[in-house]
């Protein structure tokens, strides 16, 4: 209800939003635990889960904004410090910074690798 106050979409359970959130618990609960568990068993498929959830969250977080910011955002309330500032902005920028971030760590590792595998003389398939 709280958040409610910034964006008044969940004070009546908007239909785009709803249905974004539930594949956000259902795809992105499912990539966040299979994410836990490559890293925690280095598994070699730790960072295209990495990506793929990374993208799944920017993509949910621009579907979700976008719509409104084209029709002028009358369910986001811009007029209060707080709730544009640290409800909106703040908080949502952590769903695109931390994304962002891991997306930087992916790009590096993978790079890291395809020039280790270049280096030892062998060819990626």
Not at 43 to 62: A, N, S
Request: charged share 15%.
């Amino acid at each position: 209800k709280e958040y409610g106050k910034a964006d008044a979409r969940w004070l009546y359970l908007d239909p785009t939003i709803v249905s974004l959130e539930i594949l956000t618990v259902v795809l992105g609960g499912f990539l966040a635990l299979v994410l836990i568990y490559a890293i925690v068993k280095e598994k070699h498929y730790r960072h295209f889960v990495q990506i793929t959830l990374c993208v799944c969250e920017l993509y949910g977080g621009w579907m979700t904004f976008c719509p409104d910011w084209l029709m002028g955002s009358p369910n986001l309330n811009t007029n209060n410090w707080l709730y544009f500032w640290v409800y909106l902005v703040f908080f949502n920028g952590v769903w695109v910074l931390i994304p962002g971030l891991l997306l930087w760590q992916s790009w590096v590792e993978l790079k890291k690798m395809h020039h280790k595998g270049f280096n030892s003389g062998k060819k990626l398939q």
